[in-house]
């Protein structure tokens, strides 16, 4: 399933293409795509149509672009400050093998297309936008804005400058928490929500209520970094311990990033179609049977919330 990484690695790719741009055709390919958009396949392909998006947003793994109000032809469009703020989104959830590929207008469609957006960019000219989903479990839907609860820019969209509407979050992603490697991101509640409970440590980073973004490869990869026992209560994890968790997720959510996300298969690639190769940099998710790079001690997997945990029972102790 795609994780932090891998959403940024596509909201990146796409920023450039959507910003600006006029959805000039929608096209749906399989409804059941848009299962959680609020109405039917006619109802979207209409709402969208003729209007322009504003950016790529991104909080944990959920993608958003948010969707301009038309301008009455009575206001200039440069004036910046007539521009209302969007009041709705396009939001983007991957699932387990969902993919957002830029094509050219007439380029052949993968085989399991879901949905298409044919895009005019003032800059980049015509583009189509493919959604892409093997299992279907992703989903487009359009979603309403609202305020975000601190009042600070809603989630990660790259160097853009501050625009109308950035600390608006779609309704669905609200409960979502901040991301390690978000800027508005309150340290020290993410480490008291870390040592929360009694829960499994690894539990509480998979938990996207409390830290979002990390799924089951970074938990292991962070777990490993850290020297913490997946099975590790999080209420025993010291203050001091937990810091070294949240640094260890960043360094690995950044080294991630800088390698283009993990691939194991043919089902995440980057917008141009293109693989990461972060699944050549892992110490411990996969390794089972491998020599610990640390201690040298033999990796093990075990069952872990219908998944699989991977670690290092010499240097990852249970306390």
């Known amino acids: 399933m795609p994780e932090l990484p891998e959403v940024e690695v596509v909201r990146a790719g796409l920023e450039p293409a959507v910003t600006g741009a006029r959805i000039a055709e929608v096209r749906v390919l399989e409804t059941r795509s848009l299962r959680r958009h609020s109405g039917p396949s006619e109802d979207f392909v209409a709402r969208l149509s003729g209007r322009h998006l504003t950016g790529a947003v991104r909080r944990g793994k959920f993608l958003w672009f948010p969707i301009a109000v038309p301008v009455p032809p009575t206001i200039p469009a440069a004036d910046a400050d007539a521009q209302p703020a969007p009041e709705e989104a396009l939001v983007a959830h991957l699932g387990m093998s969902g993919q957002m590929l830029l094509r050219a207008p007439d380029a052949p469609a993968e085989r399991l297309t879901r949905a298409q957006l044919l895009l005019e960019h003032p800059a980049h000219g015509p583009l189509r936008l493919d959604f892409v989903d093997q299992r279907i479990f992703g989903s487009l839907a359009i979603d309403d804005l609202l305020v975000t609860r601190d009042g600070l820019p809603a989630g990660f969209a790259g160097a853009a400058p501050s625009a109308p509407g950035d600390d608006r979050i779609p309704t669905a992603v609200a409960h979502i928490a901040r991301d390690p490697l978000d800027p508005s991101l309150d340290e020290a509640a993410a480490l008291v929500a870390l040592r929360r409970g009694s829960s499994a440590i690894k539990r509480v980073l998979l938990d996207q209520e409390r830290l979002s973004g990390i799924g089951n490869i970074y938990a292991d990869e962070s777990l490993w970094a850290a020297r913490l026992h997946p099975e590790q209560p999080a209420s025993t994890v010291s203050a ?39 699944s050549h940099s892992l110490n411990a998710y996969g390794q089972h049977g491998k020599a610990c790079p640390r201690c040298g001690g033999a990796i093990i997997r075990e069952q872990f919330m219908n998944r699989s945990s991977h670690y290092c029972p010499r240097c990852q102790k249970l306390r």
């Open 240 to 278: 001091r311990k937990a810091r070294e968790l949240l640094e260890a997720v960043r360094s690995v959510l950044r080294k991630a990033l800088a390698e283009g996300g993990t691939s194991f298969d043919a089902q995440y690639v980057n917008v141009n179609g293109q693989s990461g190769y972060f």
